[in-house]
Antibody, heavy 118, light 113 residues
Framework: EVQLVETGGDLTQPGGSLRLSCAASGFNVSDIYMSWVRQAPGKGLEWVSVIYAGASGGAYYADSVKGRFTISRDNSKNTLFLQMNSLRAEDTAVYFC??????????WGQGTPVTVSS | DVVMTQSPDSLAVSLGERATINCKSSRSVLSNSNNKNYLAWFQQKSGQSPRLLIYWASTREFGVPDRFSGSGSGTDFTLTITSLQAEDVAVYYCQQYRYVPYTFGQGTKLEIK
């Protein structure tokens, strides 16, 4: 059974950093594209980032996070990460990781909340 | 960026009736190389993670009831729910995955009349 469990969300100050993790089971994170999507309180879904499969899997970002966030994966731990630097109030959201976001076999985690506030 | 615009923002439909949600993209999401529309539909129930319903504009994800169907091509797409059930109350999102950044529509809230 495919399962995704996000952790790492927390309350942090503007300018701070957080590293989100998404532990996967039931499949290999190296074999399929993985994404991060966020949802601000009471708002809609916002695509954040994607990393494609394979050793040379490319990564892409939303303009709102480009240069501040970095997506990566550790195949030995079967875990997806999102390193978030220079955090802003507008980054406050629940962050979801997803397997094969828009394709057969899509699966989402339960989300981890990030709050950026002084 | 490709802007995805859904209509209406909210919709109330009687049980057993048809619900129709529209999605328009600011740029065609049809690929000439494989003749596929890179358009997905998601359902998000209150307090839950989103769930993929439809991909390639009209392919139903495994396990999704056949009362859900997707149609359209190019820039105009529709999600149709025939014979609305109580468990279909949710917010529905379209998303294009043809061009990075992959963008979502603003969502359509579906309620029971």
């Amino acid at each position: 059974e495919v399962q995704l469990v996000e952790t790492g969300g927390d309350l942090t100050q503007p300018g701070g950093s957080l590293r989100l993790s998404c532990a996967a089971s039931g499949f290999n994170v190296s074999d399929i594209y993985m994404s991060w999507v966020r949802q601000a309180p009471g708002k809609g879904l916002e695509w954040v980032s994607v990393i494609y499969a394979g050793a040379s899997g490319g990564a892409y970002y939303a303009d709102s996070v480009k240069g501040r966030f970095t997506i990566s994966r550790d195949n030995s731990k079967n875990t997806l990460f999102l390193q978030m630097n220079s955090l802003r109030a507008e980054d406050t959201a629940v962050y979801f990781c997803a397997r094969a976001l828009s394709d057969s076999g899509s699966s989402w985690g339960q989300g981890t909340p990030v709050t950026v506030s002084s | 960026d490709v802007v995805m615009t859904q209509s209406p923002d909210s919709l109330a439909v009687s049980l057993g009736e048809r619900a129709t949600i529209n999605c328009k993209s600011s740029r065609s999401v049809l690929s000439n190389s494989n003749n596929k529309n890179y358009l997905a539909w998601f359902q998000q129930k209150s307090g839950q993670s989103p769930r993929l319903l439809i991909y390639w504009a009209s392919t139903r994800e495994f396990g999704v009831p056949d009362r859900f169907s997707g149609s359209g091509s190019g820039t105009d797409f529709t999600l149709t729910i025939t014979s609305l059930q109580a468990e279909d109350v949710a917010v529905y999102y379209c998303q294009q995955y043809r061009y990075v950044p992959y963008t979502f529509g603003q969502g359509t809230k579906l309620e029971i009349k």
